[in-house]
């Protein structure tokens, strides 16, 4: 819950995993400030002045996209010329500037943002926090370790969407998620097989004695210092669905695995969802990739 902190963790981290030879870091869902990971605590309008007040932090401490904020991860990602990906609370600051997205950026080994993509759907007491994404940002994208693209979370679960990701040839596809456990890890799995690609399950590891003391409302909320909120569940699966690394559950720490996209071309020799084998004369997808506005400004003036 606090912004800058956060990002300095983030660069540390970055620092100590290109160290150690990593072309690409991946944070998780939400990691900047944090997870609000109280709405599936508190009921939605039940205690109206907790959930005011938490929403102001997560709001005061959300990214601004347009600002200097995020400046230290590009300087980071260039200076040790690895690819980030990393979730983010994003404060919209071109409408209301009130609304929050959840959201999750990827920065290119150069140091220039290559892509943003906003969370398509909120999940269940999420609404309540994030608006609503679009399909500017369902993309896949060109990076130093291979074609990226990512969905959060219960964005997993929507075919269409991932839909779109096989048909522009993902081959790292990165699963940042608050969600853990065997159903979960099956889902992915899943997502190895149908798309042919290379899966990296991202884990919101949280301890309730991560989360500061001066959390209002702490010891209602987590009285159990001791009490894991999520246990991580970070995983690899290669192309086809086997389980090569992890899952790392109820364990700290930066995750390592070598990643050979040659493999991803391979796997696709046997059933390739959007090549040989799609039926386009029968199914087509559409997706709407302009961005979405409220409200659209024009110059009525005249010479």
């Known amino acids: ?17 290109a160290t150690n030879g990593a072309e690409l870091v991946i944070f998780t869902e939400a990691f900047i400030p944090g997870y609000p990971t109280w709405i599936w605590r508190l009921r939605p309008g039940g205690d109206w002045n907790l959930l005011e007040e938490l929403h102001k932090q997560l709001l005061n401490n959300s990214v601004v996209m347009e600002s200097n904020d995020l400046a230290p991860l590009y300087e980071v990602a260039k200076k040790n010329n690895v690819t980030i990906v990393c979730g983010i609370e994003e404060r919209d600051s071109y409408f209301s500037q009130s ?18 993509h906003r969370k398509l759907m909120p999940t269940n007491p999420e609404r309540m926090v994030w ?19 990512i969905l959060l979370c219960w964005e997993n679960y929507m ?30 799995q899943h997502i190895a097989r149908e798309g042919c690609c ?50 790392i559950n109820k364990e700290s720490g930066i995750f390592y695995h070598e990643i050979d996209v040659e493999k991803v071309s391979i796997a ?15 199914f087509q997808l559409h997706v709407n990739t302009h961005a979405q506005s409220p409200c659209v400004f024009t110059d009525k003036s005249t010479k």
């Open 99 to 116: 609304t929050i997205y959840n959201t999750v950026i990827v920065i290119g080994s150069d140091g220039t943002l290559l892509n943003k």
């Open 268 to 282: 696709k020799r046997a059933l390739d969802v959007t090549g040989h084998y799609s039926r386009p004369d029968i």
């Open 1 to 17: 819950m606090e912004k800058h902190k956060t990002i300095e963790i983030a660069v540390t981290t970055v620092e100590e995993a």
């Open 131 to 149: 608006g609503f994404g679009d399909a500017s940002g369902l993309k896949v994208v060109d990076t130093s370790s291979g074609r990226v693209g």
């Open 159 to 188: 075919p269409l969407a991932r839909y779109a990701l096989y048909s522009q040839g993902v081959e790292i596809y990165i699963a940042p998620t608050y969600d853990s456990g065997d159903g979960w890890l099956g889902t992915l």
């Open 198 to 247: 290379w899966v990296v399950g991202c884990g919101n590891l949280m301890k309730a004695s991560d989360i500061p003391d001066d959390f209002p409302e702490k010891s209602t909320l987590y009285p159990d210092n001791n009490e894991w909120v999520n246990p991580g569940d970070s995983v690899v699966i290669a192309p086809g669905g086997e389980i090569v690394a992890g899952p």
